[in-house]
Protein backbone atom coordinates (compact mmCIF):
# COMPACT_ATOMS: atom_id res chain seq x y z
CA UNK A 1 0.00 0.00 0.00
CA UNK A 2 1.31 3.38 -0.72
CA UNK A 3 -0.43 6.07 1.81
CA UNK A 4 -1.94 8.73 0.30
CA UNK A 5 -3.43 11.90 1.94
CA UNK A 6 -5.11 14.47 0.33
CA UNK A 7 -5.23 17.95 1.72
CA UNK A 8 -6.74 21.60 -0.01
CA UNK A 9 -10.56 20.93 -0.14
CA UNK A 10 -12.80 23.29 1.08
CA UNK A 11 -15.55 25.64 0.45
CA UNK A 12 -15.34 27.88 -2.52
CA UNK A 13 -17.83 30.76 -4.56
CA UNK A 14 -18.35 29.60 -8.09
CA UNK A 15 -15.42 31.31 -10.10
CA UNK A 16 -12.48 30.97 -7.33
CA UNK A 17 -9.44 28.49 -6.74
CA UNK A 18 -8.70 25.61 -4.66
CA UNK A 19 -5.79 24.07 -4.41
CA UNK A 20 -5.48 20.11 -4.08
CA UNK A 21 -1.89 18.79 -2.65
CA UNK A 22 -1.97 14.65 -2.41
CA UNK A 23 1.24 13.94 -0.29
CA UNK A 24 2.95 10.20 -0.42
CA UNK A 25 4.31 8.43 2.20
CA UNK A 26 6.89 5.35 2.97
CA UNK A 27 7.80 4.87 -0.26
CA UNK A 28 8.34 6.95 -3.35
CA UNK A 29 5.22 7.38 -6.18
CA UNK A 30 8.05 9.01 -9.20
CA UNK A 31 7.46 5.62 -11.11
CA UNK A 32 4.00 6.23 -10.83
CA UNK A 33 1.75 7.93 -13.11
CA UNK A 34 -0.88 10.13 -10.36
CA UNK A 35 -3.96 11.34 -11.40
CA UNK A 36 -7.01 12.80 -9.25
CA UNK A 37 -10.70 11.39 -9.28
CA UNK A 38 -13.87 12.93 -8.39
CA UNK A 39 -17.53 11.62 -7.01
CA UNK A 40 -20.79 13.56 -6.51
CA UNK A 41 -23.29 12.46 -4.77
CA UNK A 42 -25.34 10.06 -6.34
CA UNK A 43 -22.86 9.95 -9.44
CA UNK A 44 -20.57 7.42 -10.38
CA UNK A 45 -16.28 8.03 -9.46
CA UNK A 46 -14.87 10.14 -12.41
CA UNK A 47 -11.47 11.00 -13.70
CA UNK A 48 -10.40 14.23 -13.60
CA UNK A 49 -6.94 14.87 -14.42
CA UNK A 50 -3.54 12.71 -14.49
CA UNK A 51 -0.03 13.39 -14.51
CA UNK A 52 1.86 10.27 -15.93
CA UNK A 53 5.29 9.27 -14.87
CA UNK A 54 7.41 8.92 -18.13
CA UNK A 55 8.08 12.60 -19.21
CA UNK A 56 5.36 13.95 -17.02
CA UNK A 57 3.04 14.13 -19.89
CA UNK A 58 -1.04 15.45 -18.02
CA UNK A 59 -4.36 14.56 -19.30
CA UNK A 60 -7.68 16.50 -18.44
CA UNK A 61 -11.45 15.38 -18.55
CA UNK A 62 -12.89 17.71 -20.60
CA UNK A 63 -15.47 18.97 -18.13
CA UNK A 64 -11.65 21.06 -16.85
CA UNK A 65 -9.57 21.55 -19.73
CA UNK A 66 -8.55 25.03 -19.44
CA UNK A 67 -9.43 25.55 -15.72
CA UNK A 68 -7.47 22.92 -13.60
CA UNK A 69 -3.54 22.08 -13.49
CA UNK A 70 -2.14 18.91 -12.40
CA UNK A 71 1.29 18.59 -11.45
CA UNK A 72 3.70 16.92 -9.40
CA UNK A 73 7.06 17.03 -7.62
CA UNK A 74 8.90 14.34 -7.15
CA UNK A 75 11.98 15.23 -4.69
CA UNK A 76 8.81 16.03 -2.43
CA UNK A 77 6.50 13.21 -3.07
CA UNK A 78 3.57 15.04 -3.86
CA UNK A 79 1.38 15.80 -6.77
CA UNK A 80 -1.27 18.77 -6.80
CA UNK A 81 -4.11 19.87 -8.50
CA UNK A 82 -5.06 23.36 -8.97
CA UNK A 83 -8.63 24.69 -9.37
CA UNK A 84 -9.15 27.98 -11.13
CA UNK A 85 -12.86 29.38 -12.12
CA UNK A 86 -14.57 26.64 -9.76
CA UNK A 87 -18.20 26.03 -10.86
CA UNK A 88 -21.08 24.50 -8.66
CA UNK A 89 -20.59 21.18 -10.57
CA UNK A 90 -17.20 20.68 -9.56
CA UNK A 91 -18.61 19.75 -6.01
CA UNK A 92 -17.39 16.19 -5.13
CA UNK A 93 -14.83 14.14 -2.61
CA UNK A 94 -11.67 14.38 -4.41
CA UNK A 95 -9.13 11.54 -4.56
CA UNK A 96 -5.94 11.22 -5.43
CA UNK A 97 -4.62 7.67 -6.80
CA UNK A 98 -1.25 6.21 -8.24
CA UNK A 99 -1.17 4.14 -10.64
CA UNK A 100 -3.91 5.75 -13.45
CA UNK A 101 -3.53 4.22 -16.50
CA UNK A 102 -5.39 4.66 -19.91
CA UNK A 103 -7.15 1.54 -21.88
CA UNK A 104 -10.34 2.73 -23.30
CA UNK A 105 -10.72 4.98 -20.48
CA UNK A 106 -8.99 6.62 -17.36
CA UNK A 107 -8.65 3.23 -14.38
CA UNK A 108 -7.70 4.20 -11.05
CA UNK A 109 -4.85 2.65 -9.98
CA UNK A 110 -4.75 0.52 -6.58
CA UNK A 111 -3.90 2.75 -4.29
CA UNK A 112 -5.99 5.84 -2.90
CA UNK A 113 -6.39 8.38 -1.10
CA UNK A 114 -9.13 8.99 1.71
CA UNK A 115 -10.62 11.73 -0.11
CA UNK A 116 -11.24 15.42 0.42
CA UNK A 117 -14.86 17.65 0.25
CA UNK A 118 -14.46 19.99 -2.60
CA UNK A 119 -17.87 22.16 -2.03
CA UNK A 120 -18.35 25.25 -5.22
CA UNK A 121 -21.78 27.53 -3.88
CA UNK A 122 -23.63 29.67 -6.87
Known amino acids: QVPLVESGGGLAQAGGSLRLSCAASGRTFSGCNMGWFRQAPGKEREFVAG????????YYAESVKGRFTVSRDNAENTVVLQMNSLQPEDTAVYYC???????????????WGQGTQVTVSS
Open 51 to 58: IWWRGGRT
Open 97 to 111: NAGVAYSTTYVGGPY
